[in-house]
T-cell receptor, first 115, second 115 residues
């Protein structure tokens, strides 16, 4: 079946603009994760959704970052007033259920460049 | 907190050479351990996992054993191929349901196998 998809694959934006990144998880997967991959920080966890709820938003880097999930499916990560340090690859992953033994399936990522 | 340390790359090997990529971890509790691989131009994918001490994960000729006494999960392969050229990430599962047991990654080790 279809894997995790993300759009856009690449996004170049000017500093100060808002951007929206989209993730379509594998159908039926209740758990959805956002990670960020950058040269300086490696792979870091941002936020997790169980259904449409995010129990803990403390992993988001700043209050310019927000995320939502609707219908237990698609998720969007929004970055307001982008800064150059936001440049990174944003990865989405999904899992059938949350649990430490369960595989997370990753999308191809959105490469964000803030100029 | 939980953390993963893996050897810095890049690692360059000739085809059919033996591969070891070291990974050690710090964690409270009993996490599951994973190796993920990122081939050029592709998304992260699970290579193998181990969910408890002394478990051995294996896939595609790669192996790693969960060693609690040395807090290690080293990746090995007896004879690498050019097609194994990729970036390898060691990861451990989070231990809190609020994070959905999100993964904590090492910084990645780039492997280049030459003919």
């Amino acid at each position: 079946g279809a894997g995790v998809s993300q759009s856009p694959s690449n996004k170049v934006t000017e500093k100060g603009k808002d951007v929206e990144l989209r993730c379509d998880p594998i159908s039926g997967h209740t758990a959805l994760y956002w990670y960020r991959q950058s040269l300086g920080q490696g792979l870091e966890f941002l936020i997790y959704f169980q259904g449409n709820s995010a129990p803990d938003k403390s992993g988001l880097p700043s209050d310019r970052f927000s995320a939502e999930r609707t219908g237990g499916s698609v998720s969007t990560l929004t970055i307001q007033r982008t800064q150059q340090e936001d440049s990174a690859v944003y990865l989405c992953a999904s899992s059938s259920i949350p649990g430490q033994d369960y595989e997370q399936y990753f999308g191809p990522g959105t490469r964000l460049t803030v100029t | 907190g939980n953390s993963v340390t893996q050897m810095e790359g890049p690692v360059t090997l000739s085809e059919e050479a033996f591969l070891t990529i070291n990974c050690t971890y710090t964690a409270t509790g009993y996490p599951s351990l994973f190796w993920y691989v990122q081939y050029p131009g592709e998304g992260l994918q699970l290579l193998l996992k181990a969910t408890k001490a002394d478990d051995k994960g294996s896939n595609k000729g790669f192996e790693a054993t969960y060693r609690k006494e040395t807090t290690s999960f080293h990746l090995e392969k007896g004879s690498v191929q050019v097609s194994d050229s990729a970036v390898y990430f060691c990861a451990l599962s989070g231990l809190t349901s609020n994070s959905g047991y999100a993964l904590n990654f090492g910084k990645g080790t780039s492997l280049l196998v030459t003919p």
